[in-house]
T-cell receptor, first 113, second 111 residues
Framework: NAGVTQTPKFQVLKTGQSMTLQCAQD?????MYWYRQDPGMGLRLIYY???????DKGEVPNGYNVSRLNKREFSLRLESAAPSQTSVYFC????????????FGSGTQLSVL | GESVGLHLPTLSVQEGDNSIINCAYS??????FIWYKQESGKGPQFIID?????DKRQGQRVTVLLNKTVKHLSLQIAATQPGDSAVYFC??????????FGGGTRLMVKP
């Protein structure tokens, strides 16, 4: 039982390049999330998917798109990367959206030069 | 306590002592609170949660206290061990029913 799996673990991009961060969970959870974490700061919600087939913006959605491919997978896409998107990205899942504990992946460290 | 910004507040304790990490939350309507532990290079790991109909909840070596009157949450770790060294985050579910995370407190355990 792997929990939440994210790929890649590390990535370096040049400004303007695009990439997709992948996330999969094997806990049969309905809800999935993408957060970013900047030095010395808490986690900020980018997008979430309350259930398969739905996605909604979080606190900091600009510059990102998401796809809930199926119940297991939730991807985050940067269409044109900017240095301000240098961060650590975490995917998480929960049984339901709302007052529920989240299970996190191990993160993707992204640097945009 | 919690802080937002580049410099995490740090709590330094001696191995074997008890640790208390504090968190002030913002929304009096929040009804669910949670503590996470994050070790360097890893994702946040669930420690303990509490709903607003409770004042206290205990786990293994950890206790969470909730004071709704002053909107304060604390995490107590008994007999702190070197493996407890990490950054600790509190979170509340507020408007929009999403979890909102605090800035974190770094716990350093001295052997």
């Amino acid at each position: 039982n792997a929990g939440v799996t994210q790929t890649p673990k590390f990535q370096v991009l040049k400004t303007g390049q695009s990439m997709t961060l992948q996330c999969a969970q094997d806990m049969n959870h309905n809800s999935m999330y993408w957060y970013r974490q900047d030095p010395g700061m808490g986690l900020r919600l980018i997008y979430y998917s309350a259930s398969e087939g739905t996605t909604d913006k979080g606190e900091v959605p600009n510059g990102y798109n998401v796809s809930r491919l199926n119940k297991r997978e939730f991807s985050l896409r940067l269409e044109s990367a900017a240095p301000s998107q240098t961060s650590v990205y975490f995917c998480a899942s929960s049984e339901l959206v709302g007052a529920e504990k989240l299970f996190f992946g191990s993160g993707t460290q992204l640097s945009v030069l | 306590g919690e802080s937002v910004g580049l410099h995490l507040p740090t709590l330094s304790v001696q191995e074997g002592d008890n640790s208390i990490i504090n968190c002030a939350y913002s929304n009096s309507a929040s009804d669910y609170f949670i503590w996470y532990k994050q070790e360097s290079g890893k994702g946040p790991q669930f420690i303990i949660d509490i709903r607003s109909n409770m004042d206290k909840r205990q786990g293994q070596r950890v206790t969470v206290l909730l004071n709704k009157t002053v909107k304060h949450l604390s995490l107590q770790i008994a007999a702190t061990q070197p493996g407890d060294s990490a950054v600790y985050f509190c979170a509340e579910n507020n408007a929009g029913n999403m979890l909102t995370f605090g800035g974190g407190t770094r716990l350093m355990v001295k052997p």
